[in-house]
């Protein structure tokens, strides 16, 4: 069975820099073709795709946020780290994580709510 | 780049079908067969429903088909239950630099 599940601060100030994890079970992040991608969602609006890390560790990002992303990986914890920099009141969404197999993302989390506020 | 657009809203009876469209451009949905469609019940984790264009994943009901012609792919979701009442996102690969890119979403109503 795969599951995966998103952990993190839930309000963080602007500025400071979030950091989010997502434990996963049910697969090997060492299994050729398999990544793991973060995605979020703002209140009442779509999903935006933010990033994502493959088994060979070659990573992708959002070119609108590449310079704010960095995602990692612990293969012998299954986690996948993503830290935004620089958080602002518009990145308040809640933040999915989701195993992406073949450029679909066939498993997802619960997700993850984060307030940005002062 | 730009969201690929979809419908704000779509909706049918019990029963009906109806078909949810998702326009990208030459640079996504038009150069890949890689399109995959996602149902999202609020609260929950988004369910993948159709990739690769029109497969479905072991599980999914044969009442949901994907289709895709130019730079538009298209979710068909036959004899509406009340259980599809859901946002729907489509979401295509778009190359080596934007790489994956989702549209605004699909509200679906069953009256």
């Known amino acids: 069975q795969i599951t995966l599940k998103e952990s993190g601060p839930t309000l963080v100030k602007p500025t400071q820099t979030l950091t989010l994890t997502c434990t996963f079970s049910?697969?090997?992040?060492?299994?050729?073709?398999?990544?793991v991608g973060w995605i979020r969602q703002p209140p009442g609006k779509a999903l935006e795709w933010l990033a994502l890390i493959y088994w060979d560790d070659d990573e992708r990002y959002s070119p609108s946020l590449k310079s704010r992303l960095t995602i990692t990986e612990d293969t012998s914890k299954n986690q996948v780290v993503l830290t935004m920099t620089n958080m602002d009141p518009v990145d308040t969404a809640t933040y999915f994580c989701?195993?992406?197999?073949?450029?679909?993302?066939?498993?997802w989390g619960q997700g993850t709510l984060v307030t940005v506020s002062s | 780049q730009s969201a690929l657009t979809q419908p704000a809203s779509v909706s049918g009876s019990p029963g009906q079908s109806i078909t949810i469209s998702c326009t990208g451009s030459?640079?996504?949905?038009?150069?890949?067969?890689?399109v995959s469609w996602y149902q999202h019940h609020p609260g929950k984790a988004p369910k993948l429903i159709i990739f690769d264009v029109s497969q479905r994943p072991s599980g999914v009901s044969n009442r949901f088909s994907g289709s895709k012609s130019g730079n538009t792919a298209s979710l068909t979701i036959s004899g509406l239950q009340a259980e599809d009442e859901a946002d729907y996102y489509c979401?295509?690969?778009?190359?080596?630099?934007?790489?994956?890119?989702f549209g605004g979403g699909t509200k679906v109503t069953v009256l």
């Open positions: 030459g640079s996504d949905i038009g150069s890949y067969a890689l």
């Open positions: 989701a195993r992406m197999y073949g450029y679909r993302y066939d498993y």
């Open positions: 049910g697969f090997s992040l060492s299994t050729s073709g398999v990544g």
């Open positions: 979401c295509s690969y778009a190359g080596t630099s934007t790489y994956v890119i």
